[in-house]
């Protein structure tokens, strides 16, 4: 059961599809302070609070601090706060049992334990929500309650599936030959090559440089002809420049968001000077989608959306100030104390993403003129928003892979999320795996991590880790940043170990894709806790390092630098399997309890649930080497069967009945 309750004036935000209607009296479960802008849960001691999607720590949220406001924020340590994306719902299991989803486009904050151990506080910045209680028969009832409230999950096309390659630092054809003559050489299977900003014409929006991808037409036919497809990066700001038929146009129609004063608004990011589409402004969001065409008619296929919190690196009137402060501080004095060397060095780091910036400009919405900082969440949701809505429009009839950095709930039914600028941390693969069931929740299905890291250098045995997860999320993506040491797998001496688990990934190909489409037509969730399959388990409600992959797998992946294994328990009787590689698995049967399973670096370890099996393919070199029609089945105990959902991976047809088959034993 679902009941909405408004305060305030409510921003419509478009997250949820149909509006239960308002109910009248109090809010369950919580304590209202109008005043105070809060509500608040009195916890018991053995509660779990689950979701807040994309976020830091663990699976069970108490003990922090949490606000909702999309942040320009790449170090994702325990201590952070904000994120890319602002995922406002929130399970909680124990005595009581109810999701919560605050449908707020300002932001949130979630004291989950943090203040006191036993109180989950949630604080506005204006009183201005609606907030949904969903009751259900236990946590995975309720988030399909939620799922269908908030609308199906986006549907990737098959081959996004496949693995990808990025960098930033792929500066020209010829870098991206060469990572593709790699991997084809060495037999290490791949779709995807990414194309960070320097692909563009000096970082301009739907541009590409000429000197350096001449003709690229030609060049995505010929990156097609061996089944690699090429995925662009879109920015959210538009460089100011007369001349630019982006800027010309949005200037002229006044597709801009501006100050206070109706002047278009401008801060700097990569171009430098750049401007802001209103994605608030559905004309303006039309436009904006309309422009991915230029690239679609080139022959690219997917995107993935970046900078899009928004991230500003500063505000011309900020960095103004700060350098006349600076010249002050260092024309004035050689010799600077401690106090006045902080302040000097606080100038230089309160000029990105200052708060007091995103107050500094406005949208022109159908329900009327608003501060930046009071829809703030929504801006990234409503970029991918336009690109999704003019794919609609612009291939009816075919799937276009896109997602996004930034994120709000609401979006997820336009395109997925990579979980952001992470850092080549041993901690960073736990936190991979705990942001994929939260995500879960939030109808984000088509997500995963940046393998191996994106920032700071990274080790052999750190990314072989990295991947023995990695090859499981649906977005299986090797990204690093520039200057970073390179990562491809064929930089390494222990190519064999990643072509083997590439390898698995394409023999796995037929059971994630099936059980990532039927989670987004169904509106479940393709990664579990494991308490949400065995409720009275106490063990089950701690335990973080392993998940349910669909109804059939369970994942534990090792994260632990030098680690020879690692410790698991089995909530029931399982069958173990180690992949050998050449479609050959090791099969060991395993009681309930707690086990030792030693993982050698380079070696995958599953486990596969009594009573179910999965399918299987031989592999290939790409998506399309994949047969899907004539499958294997991997087994345990009688009468073991499956629902095998398959398509052909492109078309939108997903309710087609023949889509479905039962497979058996």
Same mark, same amino acid.
């Given at each position: 059961?679902?009941?909405?309750?408004?305060?305030?004036?409510?921003?419509?935000?478009?997250?949820?599809?149909?509006?239960?209607?308002?109910?009248?009296?109090?809010?369950?479960?919580?304590?209202?302070?109008?005043?105070?802008?809060?509500?608040?849960?009195?916890?018991?001691?053995?509660?779990?609070?689950?979701?807040?999607?994309?976020?830091?720590?663990?699976?069970?949220?108490?003990?922090?601090?949490?606000?909702?406001?999309?942040?320009?924020?790449?170090?994702?340590?325990?201590?952070?706060?904000?994120?890319?994306?602002?995922?406002?719902?929130?399970?909680?299991?124990?005595?009581?049992?109810?999701?919560?989803?605050?449908?707020?486009?300002?932001?949130?904050?979630?004291?989950?334990?943090?203040? $006191?151990?036993?109180? !989950?506080? /949630?604080?506005?910045?204006?009183?201005?929500? %609606?907030?949904? &209680?969903? *009751?259900?028969?236990? +946590?995975?009832?309720?988030?399909?309650?939620?799922?269908?409230?908030?609308?199906?999950?986006?549907?990737?096309?098959?081959?996004?599936?496949?693995?990808?390659?990025?960098?930033?630092?792929?500066?020209?054809?010829?870098?991206?030959?060469?990572?593709?003559?790699?991997?084809?050489?060495?037999?290490?299977?791949? $779709?995807?090559?990414? !194309?960070? /900003?320097?692909?563009?014409?000096?970082?301009? %929006?739907?541009? &590409?440089? *000429?000197?350096?991808? +001449?003709?690229?037409?030609?060049?995505?036919?010929?990156?097609?002809?061996?089944?690699?497809?090429?995925?662009?990066?879109?920015?959210?700001?538009?460089?100011?420049?007369?001349?630019?038929?982006?800027?010309?146009?949005?200037?002229?129609?006044?597709?801009?968001?501006?100050?206070?004063?109706?002047?278009?608004?401008?801060?700097?990011?990569?171009?430098?000077?750049?401007?802001?589409?209103?994605?608030?402004?559905?004309?303006?969001?039309?436009?904006?989608?309309?422009?991915?065409?230029?690239?679609?008619?080139?022959?690219?296929?997917?995107?993935?959306?970046?900078?899009?919190?928004?991230?500003?690196?500063?505000?011309?009137?900020?960095?103004?100030?700060?350098?006349?402060?600076?010249?002050?501080?260092?024309?004035?004095?050689?010799?600077?104390?401690?106090?006045?060397?902080?302040?000097?060095?606080?100038?230089?780091?309160?000029?990105?993403?200052?708060?007091?910036?995103?107050?500094?400009?406005?949208?022109?919405?159908?329900?009327?003129?608003?501060?930046?900082?009071?829809?703030?969440?929504?801006?990234?949701?409503?970029?991918?928003?336009?690109?999704?809505?003019?794919?609609?429009?612009?291939?009816?009839?075919?799937?276009?892979?896109?997602?996004?950095?930034?994120?709000?709930?609401?979006?997820?039914?336009?395109?997925?999320?990579?979980?952001?600028?992470?850092?080549?941390?041993?901690?960073?693969?736990?936190?991979?795996?705990?942001?994929?069931?939260?995500?879960?929740?939030?109808?984000?299905?088509?997500?995963?991590?940046?393998?191996?890291?994106?920032?700071?250098?990274?080790?052999?045995?750190?990314?072989?880790?990295?991947?023995?997860?990695?090859?499981?999320?649906?977005?299986?993506?090797?990204?690093?940043?520039?200057?970073?040491?390179?990562?491809?797998?064929?930089?390494?001496?222990?190519?064999?170990?990643?072509?083997?688990?590439?390898?698995?990934?394409?023999?796995?190909?037929?059971?994630?894709?099936?059980?990532?489409?039927?989670?987004?037509?169904?509106?479940?969730?393709?990664?579990?806790?494991?308490?949400?399959?065995?409720?009275?388990?106490?063990?089950?409600?701690?335990?973080?390092?392993?998940?349910?992959?669909?109804?059939?797998?369970?994942?534990?992946?090792?994260?632990?630098?030098?680690?020879?294994?690692?410790?698991?328990?089995?909530?029931?009787?399982?069958?173990?399997?180690?992949?050998?590689?050449?479609?050959?698995?090791?099969?060991?049967?395993?009681?309930?309890?707690?086990?030792?399973?030693?993982?050698?670096?380079?070696?995958?370890?599953?486990?596969?649930?009594?009573?179910?099996?999965?399918?299987?393919?031989?592999?290939?070199?790409?998506?399309?080497?994949?047969?899907?029609?004539?499958?294997?089945?991997?087994?345990?105990?009688?009468?073991?069967?499956?629902?095998?959902?398959?398509?052909?991976?492109?078309?939108?047809?997903?309710?087609?009945?023949?889509?479905?088959?039962?497979?058996?034993?």
């Amino acid at each position: 059961m679902i009941r909405r309750y408004c305060f305030g004036r409510v921003f419509e935000t478009d997250a949820v599809q149909k509006k239960p209607e308002a109910q009248a009296g109090a809010l369950p479960y919580f304590s209202v302070n109008e005043e105070e802008m809060s509500l608040t849960f009195s916890m018991e001691k053995d509660d779990i609070v689950y979701g807040l999607g994309e976020n830091v720590r663990g699976i069970n949220k108490r003990g922090w601090m949490y606000k909702s406001k999309c942040s320009d924020q790449p170090h994702h340590h325990e201590d952070t706060q904000s994120m890319y994306a602002a995922h406002n719902f929130i399970l909680v299991s124990g005595k009581e049992q109810f999701g919560l989803f605050i449908d707020y486009p300002g932001i949130l904050t979630f004291d989950v334990g943090y203040t $006191d151990l036993s109180v !989950l506080k /949630i604080t506005a910045s204006d009183w201005n929500l %609606d907030i949904y &209680v969903i *009751e259900g028969e236990n +946590p995975r009832d309720i988030v399909r309650q939620f799922r269908a409230l908030i609308g199906r999950s986006y549907i990737a096309p098959r081959w996004a599936l496949g693995a990808g390659q990025s960098r930033w630092g792929y500066m020209n054809r010829d870098d991206v030959r060469e990572v593709v003559r790699q991997y084809r050489s060495l037999g290490l299977p791949l $779709d995807m090559v990414y !194309l960070d /900003i320097d692909y563009m014409e000096r970082y301009k %929006d739907f541009t &590409v440089n *000429e000197e350096r991808f +001449p003709d690229f037409t030609a060049f995505n036919e010929e990156m097609k002809e061996q089944n690699i497809r090429l995925i662009p990066i879109i920015d959210a700001a538009v460089k100011e420049e007369k001349g630019y038929p982006v800027y010309d146009e949005g200037i002229e129609k006044g597709y801009f968001c501006t100050d206070e004063n109706g002047k278009p608004f401008v801060g700097a990011v990569w171009p430098g000077r750049s401007l802001f589409t209103d994605m608030l402004n559905p004309e303006a969001r039309d436009w904006f989608g309309n422009q991915y065409k230029v690239l679609l008619d080139q022959g690219v296929e997917g995107f993935w959306n970046d900078m899009n919190e928004p991230a500003i690196f500063y505000a011309e009137d900020r960095l103004a100030d700060s350098l006349s402060e600076i010249a002050k501080l260092a024309g004035t004095q050689q010799n600077l104390s401690i106090e006045q060397f902080r302040e000097f060095m606080g100038l230089f780091s309160s000029l990105s993403g200052n708060p007091d910036d995103y107050r500094k400009f406005w949208h022109d919405t159908p329900q009327g003129r608003f501060r930046h900082d009071q829809v703030h969440n929504l801006y990234g949701y409503n970029m991918t928003r336009a690109a999704g809505e003019a794919f609609e429009r612009l291939e009816p009839d075919k799937r276009i892979l896109l997602f996004s950095r930034a994120s709000y709930i609401g979006m997820h039914r336009y395109g997925g999320i990579w979980q952001g600028d992470n850092k080549s941390w041993w901690s960073h693969i736990l936190l991979n795996l705990h942001m994929m069931p939260s995500l879960n929740m939030c109808g984000f299905l088509y997500t995963g991590a940046d393998l191996g890291g994106f920032g700071c250098d990274t080790t052999e045995d750190l990314v072989l880790r990295w991947y023995a997860l990695g090859v499981f999320t649906p977005l299986m993506r090797n990204h690093a940043a520039f200057r970073t040491r390179e990562q491809e797998p064929y930089q390494f001496k222990d190519i064999d170990s990643f072509r083997r688990i590439l390898q698995l990934r394409y023999c796995l190909l037929p059971y994630l894709y099936s059980e990532y489409m039927k989670a987004a037509i169904d509106g479940d969730m393709m990664f579990r806790p494991l308490s949400f399959d065995h409720p009275d388990d106490k063990r089950c409600r701690t335990i973080e390092d392993q998940l349910y992959l669909g109804n059939e797998l369970m994942i534990a992946p090792v994260y632990e630098q030098n680690a020879a294994g690692r410790y698991v328990y089995l909530p029931e009787r399982m069958k173990m399997l180690r992949w050998l590689g050449d479609g050959k698995f090791e099969e060991t049967v395993l009681e309930k309890g707690d086990h030792y399973i030693e993982v050698p670096l380079g070696d995958v370890v599953f486990f596969l649930r009594e009573g179910h099996l999965i399918p299987v393919s031989s592999g290939g070199q790409c998506e399309a080497e994949v047969d899907f029609e004539h499958v294997n089945t991997l087994s345990f105990g009688e009468g073991a069967q499956y629902e095998y959902y398959h398509d052909d991976g492109v078309s939108r047809n997903y309710e087609a009945k023949e889509n479905r088959t039962i497979l058996r034993a």
